[in-house]
């Protein structure tokens, strides 16, 4: 049995002709549905081949960038210096392409100096990174061009779509390569144990480095299109830090076990994080945050994880841990109340003071909850499989 | 038993001239000569701490000697980068254990073949001697089982034939016995001759004295990082220095 080849072709064949169809849906989406739902869509697809992209190289070697937003925000000022509100220096595609090799370059440099350094400190630095180019950029702006933000050209929604779409298909294309090729077996046993994969052969730091500048190319192509639908860009929105936790935070909560896990819950996440700010403008980062933390303890191995166990279950009736305990259960339940108290609250008064009481209740109610859940997991009601992966 | 494969003449496969290593004020190891000959087993002995696992990391380029030489196949590898040492044909185990533990069994042996040798192996190629290295070490039933369920002695089991995945000519094995019964003991002699009569030259760092007796032709005694004698296993028990610094009461409690 070859277990990373093809598991069997059958299988293999009903998960392409699905994403034929899912790729058909999304060429032909813009015929269909508003320009709301562009717009959205747009936003998705760059979550979702952000995040895939991301997984490429910290996913199986567990060392966690943070310099997404680095990568990204080069992307965007390559298009805001080629691609202006005053008009075209070069043409869109090969602006792209620009982006995308400026990236690897950067991505090369980076990997070359950091990816020496193992856990925080790797991700302190790629995030220190973020900062030190916003910063500069600031700087440069201010004292040498005597501004602050540039405007990009714009582009129909459409058109971004389609660009966008076309990132993202080379985004899951490569990252789907990569993990299927002896560099993505490679890049799982540095993840596994670095020294034990020098010592078989593997020249670790250049595949390191390599794949981290190939996982860059996509962020920065993505953020090259996506200059044009910001039109208004400056150090802040080019290099914005939330932009390197987001991959992170989507991969986790998609669970990174599986390749379409990451995918998966980057789009959900994305949705979830759209229909949140529009619903709850004020309270969105408070819900957000709730239901990031509820995914964590609930949910170590993801939404694919979580759906895994499921259907596990389904097929091979209860396992063994499979039942929840009454905690779980109990403390689900508090936090689902306290999520829908928090609803009608909200959407009652937006926009009234009243929503610091308000806040401070929801919050007092979600700290008892978690109480609770320590109190029970202290009490040995809570078996450890629940936290760790 | 028979004491080495018959051999026409003594080619030097390891090579070592004054190799020296500092932590900080402290010579792990210090001003240490050697030399392996193709075909043998080589037993590498010592007190806690006296350098031997050091030793290993300077062959295997994990460290790099300051000063010394390294020669393998009388080529110069000091300085060059651990996955070359591999390449050349250099293998090792770790005394603790570094498997891949999330993969399965078959996957950790594929990585070797994968990596360790000159690229131009087709993958059916690699999934045969994959299988063929499982069979050899006694882990065929278990090759899709995920590493870290294995036994401590399979696990060595393990990281034996992904070592030899890579195709080497020199086998470095860091305590392969420790930690193992009676019975695992014997079987893991046994797959050690088993290896040497592969063709592949073994040098191993055991505390078991049962064990390196046994197996080695050659045995190199390491004391506070210099080596302080040299010599068959009988020679090595007769030594009246080398029974001072490390033998001791193990002396009846091994033989």
Known sequence: MDITTFTSNKRFQIWGISLLVVLAALATLPQWVGSYYVVLLTFILMYILITVSWTIFSGPTGYMSLASAAFFGVGVYTSAILFPMTGAVLPLPLIIVIAGIISFILGLLVGALTLRLKGIYF???TFGLVLLIQRFLLWFEMNITATRGRFVATLDNNYIYYVMLVIFVATLLTAYFIRRSRFGLALQSIGENEEAAAHIGINVTLVKVIIFAISAV?????????????????????????????????????????????????????YLQEFLKTEFPFAYMFTFGLVLVMVMVFMPSGLVGMIQRLLASLKEGPQEKSTPSWTLIFSFLFGILGGLVSWFIFRERRGARVHLKVGGVVTIIVIAFYLILLLLAYLGELRSGYFGI | MPRGVPREINVRILEGEGVTKYFGGLAAVSNVDFHVDEGEIVGLIGPNGAGKTTLFNLISASLVPKPGVIKFKGENITGKKPYQICRMGVART????????????LENVRLGSFFGTLPGMSSADIAREAAELLEFVGLSAMSATPAKDLTLANQKRLEVARALATRPELLLLDELMAGLNATEMAQAMELVKRIRDKGITIVMIEHVMKAIMSVCERIIVLHHGEKIAEGTPREIANSKKVVEVYLGEQADAGS
Request: hydrophobic letters at 65%.
């Open chain 1, 123 to 125: 991700a302190i630095f």
């Open chain 2, 94 to 105: 770790f005394q603790m254990v570094k498997i891949f533990t999330n993969m399965p069994v």
């Open chain 1, 218 to 270: 996509f962020m920065g192509a993505a953020g090259a299109i996506m200059a044009s639908k910001l039109i208004y860009i400056d150090p802040y929105i080019a290099f914005n830090p939330l932009l390197s936790f987001m991959p992170v935070l989507m991969a986790i909560f998609g669970g990174l076990g599986q390749f379409y896990g990451p995918i998966i819950g980057a789009a959900v996440f994305a």
